[in-house]
């Protein structure tokens, strides 16, 4: 790779950098190009070097934020020698810490709520990663539509108590939410390794 390749390699993802910062403080409609540069340390004349519009960065960095972050939990989880994979995820997920640190946790109770709102190309993008995470889980639960039922409700239970935890953080409240989830996801894991009974 020559130098100027490299150099405007590091500039993209320098932006995307920026761009994640900011999807998960402000969201799309609060983060504008200028200050996304800002951010990378760049001028605004070079964003189109690399991007064609506001939409297609942030399509990228939907893509690229919730992917990096799914792909560094599923690693942690699979050298977890304590715990099974699919409960590490629940547990760390589910965590005071992933809570506490938005700004490098989970995009999605950042974001989802605008997605739905904004529709395309962003639905598509949180689509695409949304289905790839199911499709990890049900991986970690077996085979089977059983399996990605387990991981469709896995998914919609960890997002729906991390978004309201966060939404009420500071509280006993949000320390309940996530302690009630964590129990109640590994209930049902513990269900779903049962022998099914005889009727």
């Excluded at 997605?115 to 949304?130: C, D, F, I, M, S």
């Excluded at 960890?158 to 129990?183: F, I, N, P, Q, W």
């Amino acid at each position: 790779m020559s130098q100027k390749a490299e150099q405007k390699q590091k500039s993209h993802e320098a932006i995307l950098a920026s761009a994640a910062a900011l999807l998960r403080e402000r969201g799309i409609r609060g983060s504008s190009v200028m200050d996304v540069m800002k951010g990378a340390g760049l001028t605004v004349g070079g964003f189109y070097g690399h991007f064609e519009s506001k939409e297609q960065l942030f399509t990228e960095s939907i893509r690229s934020t919730a992917r990096a972050m799914w792909s560094g939990m599923l690693q942690r989880a699979m050298s977890d020698t304590a715990r099974t994979p699919v409960m590490s995820v629940l547990e760390r997920y589910l965590s005071r810490k992933h809570r506490d640190n938005p700004d490098v946790g989970c995009p999605l109770p950042s974001i989802a709520s605008e997605v739905a709102r904004e529709g395309e190309p962003y639905r598509g993008a949180l689509e695409g990663e949304l289905n790839g995470f199911i499709q990890d889980l049900s991986g970690l639960l077996g085979q089977g539509e059983k399996a990605r039922e387990k991981a469709l409700a896995m998914l919609a239970l960890m997002y729906g108590a991390l978004s309201l935890s966060r939404a009420v953080r500071g509280t006993r409240l949000s320390d309940e939410l996530l302690e009630a989830a964590r129990k109640f996801g590994a209930q049902a894991l513990e269900g779903s390794s049962a022998p099914p009974e005889s009727r």
